[in-house]
């Protein structure tokens, strides 16, 4: 029997994969063979490889949808194909078919003009899919490799900016040594158990009960400790959130939306997964390492933001406040928080494209080429009075304030923590909650109430504007519209969100 014949049927469940490396290969080579033609000019290729890239993704989104029903383990047990792997993928490919649609001007104004950039979109998002479907520890370091080298490049992507090349060199050097810690903690396991597949370790996790294995206990609970730090450190958790404000910054914009957005669900999905294999024999330290790591990073989140006049560092501060409340889901360690907590990254994810997309709409004439800050939405509201609403609208939602989505989110969120009799972490979480809120309303207090800066010798002193705005692109109404409705609709009917983060949670039962 050949190789292929003993592997057929999991070539299948590969197909999204194996199509989007192949793509990757594909526009490689042939960017590599235009790009430098003398004959045809030494052309610009970002919009169409960015066309291309769309057309990629929405074609690897209906190859990942015809695997909508099934559940494989793969290649000896190192990857999972079921209803999680799924629909996370299809969450990543929407939102990062998103970011590309609504970032191709912010790419051409930074003069991104490399056809590697958008390639190592693609590549992250290969690294991405292939880390959800991670079944092995082995599997598990790669993927999360494959994706953070494609990270590292694009926060230092700016050639011609010192800022971005720190942010890059920053954020490579403190992933480094959160992937040792990582490999570290891997290590430890393989070298107690003997084994690096997820089912082989539940079934050993589930079976150690006798009090003669106390040191192998131990030097797993070592092992989960040195795990976690480097789950912590990718997902910009507090205190090991250092790097998150200064790669906001310094990354092109682009970057920065795709950062803010894009990885958080497949590092959740799989980092949850194996602390579900993992038993109830480490619950109890669990508990505390997330509840500390949750409390942490809510209030670092909060009142770190509070004094932030950019508006990268200051969403940055907010993503770790969001952080803090999803792993007081995972804290729950229940169906209901792991739901909770899928509901809440997919609504987060809404909310946070939507802002970016105010912040990419925000462009004037004089301000193309510098850092935006929170005087950029000065009396926005007499500029656009239907961007201004949106932006409103996401800040609320993020804040948490009803009748929008964000609302539903947090409060599924903390019933399902109370529901785990996790009370005063909850109403702690609550009260850093109401201190978060003032910065988002300072902001719409901005949008609506602030005077502008009055550029007077252009002649504009009538419409109180820095400079002349530049018109909002076409990609970016259509996502502020998509992101407008759905804020609203989702609270109202939230039905579909409902059945899809159930379907997801009930894999890790």
């Not at 930074?110 to 880390?131: D, P, Q, S, T």
């Not at 990718?234 to 939306?257: C, F, I, N, Q, R």
């Not at 989505?405 to 599924?412: D, Q, R, S, T, W």
Request: charged fraction near 10%; include cysteine.
């Amino acid at each position: 029997m050949s190789f292929l014949s003993f592997f057929l049927n999991d070539f299948k469940f590969f197909l999204p994969e194996i199509f989007l490396a192949t793509s990757i290969l594909s526009l490689t080579l042939y960017c590599s063979l235009v790009a430098p033609s003398r004959d045809l000019g030494y052309p610009i290729l970002v919009k169409s490889l960015n066309k291309l890239c769309l057309l990629v993704l929405f074609i690897t989104f209906l190859l990942v949808s015809n695997e909508s029903n099934c559940f494989q383990i793969a290649y000896q047990n190192t990857f999972i194909f079921d209803s999680l792997s799924t629909s996370s993928k299809q969450i990543i490919l929407f939102f990062t078919f998103a970011c590309l649609f609504v970032c191709e001007r912010s790419i051409l104004e930074n003069k991104i003009n490399n056809f590697e950039y958008l390639l190592l979109i693609l590549c992250a998002v290969l690294g991405l899919m292939l880390l959800i479907s991670s079944y092995d520890l082995i599997s598990l370091y790669l993927c999360i490799e494959l994706q953070s080298l494609c990270l590292y490049a694009l926060a230092a992507s700016k050639k011609d900016s010192s800022l971005s090349t720190e942010a890059g060199l920053k954020y490579f050097i403190l992933g480094s040594f959160s992937s040792g810690l990582l490999l570290f903690g891997l290590s430890l396991i393989y070298g107690c158990t003997g084994s690096t597949s997820f089912g082989a370790l539940f079934l050993l996790m589930s079976s150690v009960d006798n009090p003669s294995l106390n040191l192998i206990l131990e030097v797993l609970t070592k092992a989960l400790f040195f795990i976690s730090l480097a789950f912590f450190f990718k997902v910009a958790a507090a205190p090991l959130h250092m790097w998150s404000p200064d790669v906001y910054e310094g990354s092109p914009l682009s970057s920065t939306v795709f950062f803010a957005v894009v990885p958080k669900i497949a590092l959740f999905s799989v980092f949850l997964r194996f602390f579900t294999v993992m038993g109830s024999n480490f619950s109890s330290f669990t508990l505390g390492l997330f509840l500390f790591f949750s409390l942490f990073s809510a209030v670092v989140g909060s009142f770190g933001a509070l004094k932030q006049k950019k508006l990268k560092r200051l969403l940055a501060y907010s993503s770790i406040s969001h952080v803090g409340y999803m792993l007081l889901a995972m804290a729950a360690c229940s169906f209901e928080g792991n739901q909770a907590l899928f509901l809440y990254l997919i609504i987060y994810m809404v909310a946070s494209i939507t802002i970016w997309s105010c912040a990419l709409s925000l462009d004037s004439i004089n301000s193309k080429s510098r850092f935006k800050t929170i005087a950029d939405f000065s009396k926005l509201s007499s500029l656009n009075p239907l961007l201004a609403l949106t932006a409103m609208l996401s800040f609320f939602s993020l804040a948490g304030v009803p009748p929008l989505a964000g609302f539903l989110a947090k409060l599924y969120i903390f019933h399902a923590a109370l529901c785990s009799s996790i009370v005063i972490a909850s109403i702690f979480s609550i009260l850093t909650s109401v201190v978060s809120s003032f910065y988002y309303i300072r902001l719409i207090k901005n949008v609506y109430f602030e005077p502008p800066r009055v550029l007077s010798s252009l002649g504009y002193s009538h419409l109180g504007v820095e400079s002349l705005p530049v018109p909002v692109t076409k990609e970016c109404s259509i996502l502020l519209g998509l992101g407008f409705f759905s804020l609203i609709l989702i609270f109202f009917y939230p039905t579909p969100l409902f059945l899809l983060s159930q379907k997801m949670a009930l894999c890790l039962c």
